[in-house]
């Protein structure tokens, strides 16, 4: 099983190379799957077409147009390896038999039925599966799995058919104890145990799709993430739980992740009785919108108001502030603001379970670097913190340099924005 991103298959060149790649695989005896992407930034391109034509395009209709560019990809594909020599056969998800739920633009897998995928290896065919798509279960509409997610068609193919493990190729080496746009001096990982690569995808790296992971880990497919440009071994993302060695030969982190897709709601005023925080995260519920980070003040002596802040994807700003303004005066709270202009900086690494001075190192490398704190959440392994979106990059770079994560020789980006 293979896959690889948009910015290997941005031009009709890199296809032919993704083509000679593909069938290096098959000459060597295995019997190949490759999931594909669109080429280049064709997903993007594709939607502001949607949206010069209407503001709020329909979702169904949006699946439909964004799905055609991972069907351009395959079908190239397909040609460039039959111009090799070789018998490609080129599949919409649909055909695949990736069955997903009906919500259009970010469905989950719910089936892989492969039948046609493991007919076509058995007539000895290299098998090609457009990414990132599915047909719903009860409406047979084409759906889209969520931006980024032809890694999880990967992943859940790989799964279905039994692969033994899934490589994904892209424009970076591997995985990288931080963004190497951002650091230069970040260091590729060897190897990270599936809940590392969780809480990294989780909190903004977008090496790999977050859902791409869970998958991994439920149904323990190995993962191995390489670059399409080199030979060079990867990343292995796979269960380390029997990793041998003395957890004092761990590095305290695996690596610093930041995320500039979030935003931040601050409502003031509110009243600090039973139930008005449920009341407030209800309505935001109700829009299906998840948030991530949450404080609450304590209330102030003589007002008995208290502030509660949290953040949410940009996306969803607009709709969550809406809901809120309609409960305004039933809740009785006094404001609401509304701020896109943050980051988060997550530090990461099953190492700090047994180490308590993480927090203190992690706050005070971000002080020297002037960085302000604005809000702190945690997990067992996990520290983040949301900053000035100006700040970021200070942010990140400090916390890679304090946790000692720094490498002598500076990292190789062979494509793509990072987008
Ligand atoms: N082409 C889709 C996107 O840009 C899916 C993917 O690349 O994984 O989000
Ligand atoms: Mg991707």
Redesign the pocket.
């Known amino acids: 099983m293979q896959k690889f ?2 910015s290997s298959v941005a031009d009709a060149e890199s296809i032919k190379r993704v083509a000679r790649r593909v069938l290096a695989t098959k000459q060597q005896g295995h019997e190949v799957v490759v999931v594909i ?2 080429m280049g930034d ?3 391109e594709l939607m502001d077409l949607a949206l010069q034509v209407s503001p709020m395009p329909a979702p169904r209709e949006l699946d439909m147009l ?1 799905t055609s ?2 069907r351009m990809s395959a079908a190239l594909l397909a040609m460039a390896i039959g111009d090799l020599g070789a018998t490609a056969r080129s599949f919409t998800g649909s055909q695949a038999g990736v069955i997903t739920t009906g919500t259009h633009g970010n469905a989950r897998i719910i089936d892989i039925t492969p039948g046609r995928i493991e007919s076509a290896l058995d007539e000895g065919d290299v098998v090609i599966v457009a ?2 798509q599915g047909v719903s279960q009860d409406t047979k509409d084409i759906t889209t799995l969520g ?5 999880t068609t990967a992943v859940a193919l790989a799964a279905a058919l039994g692969a033994e493990f899934c490589e994904i190729y892209t424009d970076v080496d591997g995985v990288y104890t931080a963004d190497p746009r951002i650091v230069p001096s970040a260091r590729q990982i060897p190897e990270i145990s599936y809940e590392e690569m969780l809480e990294m995808a989780a909190c903004g790296a977008k090496i790999l ?1 977050l859902r791409c992971v869970e998958y991994a880990r439920r149904e323990t497919v190995p993962v191995h993430v390489r670059s399409s440009f080199s030979d060079k071994a990867g990343t292995w993302v796979k269960d380390l739980t029997d990793r041998q060695g003395p957890l004092m030969e761990q590095a305290l982190i695996s690596g610093v992740a930041h995320d500039r897709g979030e935003a931040k709601i601050t409502i003031t005023g509110v009243p600090d009785r039973i139930g008005e925080a449920a009341r407030i995260f209800q309505t935001i519920a109700a829009q299906e919108v998840n948030i991530d980070m949450i404080v609450q003040n304590v209330s102030h002596v003589d007002t008995s108001r208290t502030d509660i802040s949290f953040t949410l994807p940009k996306t969803d700003g607009r709709e969550a502030v809406q809901a809120l303004q309609a409960i305004q005066e039933e809740v009785g709270f006094e404001d609401l603001l509304y701020n896109d202009q943050i980051g988060k900086v997550s530090v990461i690494g099953v190492g700090m379970r047994s180490h308590p001075g993480v927090t203190a190192r992690f706050f005070s490398a971000l002080a020297e670097a002037d960085v302000n704190i604005e809000m702190i959440s945690t997990s067992e392994i996990r520290i983040s913190v949301v900053v000035d979106a100006e700040r970021v990059d200070a942010a990140v770079r400090a916390a890679h340099t304090a946790f000692g994560l720094d490498a002598e020789s500076e990292a190789v980006v062979y494509a793509g924005t990072g987008r």
């Open positions: 991103g948009g992407s669109a064709t997903t993007d964004l560019g991972e990414g990132f931006r980024g997610a032809s890694d799709h």
